[in-house]
């Protein structure tokens, strides 16, 4: 995609939004964006790509100390996960 149709749908962002949100109901995003960078090719699966990184037990503990102010239990899981997986996938941009 082109930085030029980024920019146009990210301002037809909103519009797009709403018309999934009415199609999907409570399944839709809660938030698009849109970014230059290559479409893949017709029919090409996402299995293709590589497997995220698994978090590490130090990643783990460290994304439990991010979420541990967190009251809400489900709430700090989600952000617990979403730390560690964060850290996994820093950790990993950082062997290439």
Known sequence: MSATWAFELGHLGEEIQ???????????PRAIRFA???VPAPGASEEASPPPPRPT???????AAIA?????????????????????????????
Do not use: T, Y
């Not at 709403?18 to 839709?28: M, N, P, R, V």
């Not at 037990?57 to 994304?63: G, I, M, P, T």
């Open 18 to 28: 709403s018309k999934l949100a009415a199609q999907l109901g409570g399944g839709a």
């Open 36 to 38: 230059p960078g290559p």
């Open 57 to 63: 037990e130090e990643d783990d503990r460290a994304a």
């Open 68 to 96: 541990a102010a967190v009251g809400d239990d489900e709430l700090r899981e989600l952000i617990r996960r979403a730390a560690a997986a964060s850290l996994a996938g820093r950790r990993d941009d950082r062997s290439v």
